[in-house]
């Protein structure tokens, strides 16, 4: 029992002697199994055989409830075992019964802290918002001033469709932070939700400003841009972007659509290709392409491409559009009656398919 163990998993300098003791904060020493059982583990550990650690640490607190010391160190295997909720009742056990050494108990509430942030962050990433939402806000109870989890709690709430929680964590976190680049980048995507199409560009412009190889935040701006029909504004964005980034295939998609806004269906054609290149399964490119070519009246490649995007996507409502169009220009009057049917059953389309119909049934 004299000598001591080696630091657990690297995550303390070492721990003390005392942590074997029992001198301090126990009122008792656990009994001689547990002691073994934890003496055990810290081997296990030493030859980084954590879940049979865990398992030596987790029953040397069956063997003594009151063991403080083999709680701690069962919190710190589980978080390496990326069990964080287990970590967390592992870690509250310490807190609640104490450990032996004074400076070890200091470090229970950032330890546990920091459980709670890996379970929250786990469960987002599970798409488990709500058990993400419980687990942050117990760790803001540590912590309110960590600016990652309010930007993650505010994601959450972008799950839950809560946006004005989400709102105000976002906000929060770049107040906490003003070079949070990705809680500026996420403030801009909840503003264009949210249809504040202003916010939304300073939030995108704020995080490009701070990383201006943030293609993200760069496609977001356009998207805002082309949502408010300011479409030369959105084509300096892309080119500008792409400068940077030649190789960002949403930069490309949304070049080729501007320009087809634009009515410069030619010079929509390249990037189109190129964003298709980058990115194969990128069935927008394709139906995209297709307008660019029945803009330019080249109605057989529009076919081609409304069917390339037809084969990435099935429902691409808008791309049989294309398809159920061009046929038409080219006189194939069957053919454009297909694809008008099968557009339809989108609500969107319905009124345009059956006007369609109706002026194709009028054909001589």
Not at 97 to 102: E, I, L, Q, R
Request: hydrophobic share 40%; aromatic share 10%; with cysteine.
């Amino acid at each position: 029992m004299g000598r001591c163990r080696p630091a657990l998993l690297g995550l303390l300098v070492c721990w003390p002697c005392a942590l074997f003791s029992q001198a301090e904060t126990q009122s008792a020493p656990p009994d001689a199994e547990a002691i073994a059982r934890y003496a055990a583990g810290l081997d296990l550990l030493k030859a980084k055989e954590f879940r049979n650690a865990a398992i030596e640490f987790a029953q040397a607190t069956k063997s003594d409830s009151t063991y403080g010391d083999a709680y701690f160190a069962l919190g710190k295997t589980f978080i390496t075992l990326n069990k964080y909720g287990k970590a967390v009742l592992a870690y509250e056990s310490a807190m609640r019964v104490g450990v032996s050494n004074p400076q070890t108990q200091q470090l229970i509430p950032t330890q546990l802290a920091d459980a709670y942030r890996r379970w929250g962050v786990a469960a987002y990433g599970r798409r488990d918002f709500q058990q993400a939402v419980d687990a942050l806000k117990k760790t803001l109870e540590f912590d309110a001033n960590d600016p990652r989890v309010h930007y993650t709690l505010g994601l959450c709430y972008g799950g839950l469709r809560e946006s004005e929680q989400e709102l105000e964590a976002l906000t929060r976190a770049v107040v906490l932070d003003a070079g949070y680049t990705k809680a500026y980048k996420a403030l801009g995507d909840l503003h264009r939700r949210r249809r504040d199409l202003r916010s939304s560009a300073a939030a995108y412009r704020q995080a490009i400003a701070l990383d201006s190889t943030y293609m993200e935040a760069h496609g977001g701006l356009a998207r805002v841009e082309v949502d408010a029909e300011d479409f030369a504004a959105a084509e300096k964005t892309l080119r500008r972007a792409l400068r940077v980034d030649d190789k960002f295939a949403y930069g490309f998609l949304m070049l080729g659509h501007t320009m087809n806004q634009l009515g410069r269906y030619h010079e929509a054609v390249e990037p189109l290709r190129r964003s298709i290149d980058l990115d194969r399964g990128n069935w927008e490119g394709h139906y995209r392409l297709g307008e660019s070519y029945y803009g330019t009246g080249d109605y057989r490649k529009a076919i081609d491409a409304g069917m390339a995007a037809l084969g990435k996507k099935r429902d691409g409502h808008a791309a049989q559009i294309i398809v159920a169009d061009s046929y038409g220009k080219l006189g194939m009057v069957s053919d454009a009656r297909t694809w008008y049917l099968k557009a339809k059953q989108d609500s969107r389309f319905k009124d345009y398919c059956d006007y369609k119909l109706e002026e194709l049934a009028s054909r001589p």
